[in-house]
C-alpha cells in the first residue's frame, strides 16, 4: 500500500528565507505526487503535481519539487518565503492508475513577518 | 464551474443525533472522495466513489458511518449516532476516474462538533 512520510511536523522561518520541505513516499510502482496548501480556516488547494516528464516541477507562487526516484522523495521548496506563505503543506501520492489518494500528515509551515 | 459544494459549513450537534453532509462534485468529475480532517489523525480517506459505486471503503471508522452516491452530482456522508469522537473537518473531492495525474479539487468542508 502506498503511503507518504513527512518529516517535519512544524517549521518556523522569517521573511525570506528559503523553504525545504521534505516528503518521501512508499511506493513500489510508478507513482502521481502531489503538494497541496491549506490556508488558514480554508480548504486544501492544489500547488504542484509531478506525473512523468522533468522531474523538477514548477508550481503557483514561486513553489517548486524535485522527484528523486531513487530516493522516492518529492520535496517541497521556494527561494524566499513570505508571509503570506503560512499555511499547512500536505505532501500526496497515488499510485499509477489508482485513484485514491494518500496524504501524508502535513507540516505546518509559520512565517514570521 | 463552482467547485466542489459541500454543505452544510458547520454544524453543531448533540451526542446521539444524526449527522447528514452533503457534497456536490464538480460537473464531468465521476470520482468522489470523503476525507475527515483531526488535528491527532491529520487527514483520512473514509472512503470513495467511482462512477457512483463505492470503491474503497476501509477508512470508514464504524457501522455508525455510512456514505451514499445516488447520482453522479450528489453524495452525502451520514453518522448516526454521533459522538463526540467525531469532531472535525469532513472534506469532499473530485477527480476525473483515471486522472490521478490531475489531483482531487477539494470543497470547502464541513467543520463538525459534536457536543
Known amino acids: 500500500a502506498q503511503s507518504v512520510s513527512q518529516h517535519n511536523h512544524h517549521v518556523i522561518l522569517s521573511e525570506a528565507a528559503s523553504l525545504e520541505l521534505g516528503c518521501n513516499y512508499s511506493?513500489?510502482?510508478?507513482?502521481?505526487l502531489f503538494w497541496y496548501v491549506q490556508y488558514p480556516g480554508q480548504h486544501l488547494q492544489l500547488l504542484l503535481k509531478?506525473?512523468?516528464?522533468?522531474?523538477l516541477v514548477k508550481g503557483i507562487k514561486g513553489f517548486e519539487a524535485e522527484f528523486i526516484k531513487s530516493k522516492f522523495s518529492f520535496n517541497l521548496r521556494k527561494p524566499s518565503v513570505q508571509w503570506s506563505d503560512t499555511a499547512e503543506y500536505f505532501c500526496?501520492?497515488?499510485?499509477?492508475?489508482?485513484?485514491?489518494?494518500?496524504f501524508g500528515a502535513g507540516t505546518r509551515l509559520t512565517v514570521k513577518p | 464551474d463552482a467547485g466542489v459544494i459541500q454543505s452544510p459549513r458547520h454544524e453543531v450537534t448533540e451526542m446521539g443525533q444524526e449527522v447528514t453532509l452533503r457534497c456536490k462534485p464538480i460537473s464531468g468529475h465521476n470520482s468522489l472522495f470523503w476525507y475527515r480532517q483531526t488535528m491527532m489523525r491529520g487527514l483520512e480517506l473514509l472512503i470513495y466513489?467511482?462512477?457512483?459505486?463505492?470503491?474503497?471503503d476501509s477508512g470508514m471508522p464504524e457501522d455508525r458511518f455510512s456514505a451514499k452516491m445516488p447520482n453522479a452530482s450528489f453524495s452525502t456522508l451520514k453518522i448516526q449516532p454521533s459522538e463526540p469522537r467525531d469532531s472535525a473537518v469532513y472534506f469532499c473531492?473530485?477527480?476525473?476516474?483515471?486522472?490521478?495525474?490531475?489531483?482531487?479539487?477539494f470543497g470547502s468542508g464541513t467543520r463538525l462538533t459534536v457536543v
Open positions: 511506493y513500489g510502482g510508478t507513482v502521481n
Open positions: 500526496a501520492v497515488n499510485g499509477g492508475n489508482n485513484n485514491d489518494m494518500r
Open positions: 509531478y506525473f512523468s516528464g522533468d522531474p
Open positions: 473531492a473530485s477527480s476525473l476516474k483515471g486522472g490521478g495525474t490531475g489531483g482531487y479539487t
Open positions: 466513489f467511482n462512477n457512483n459505486v463505492p470503491i474503497d
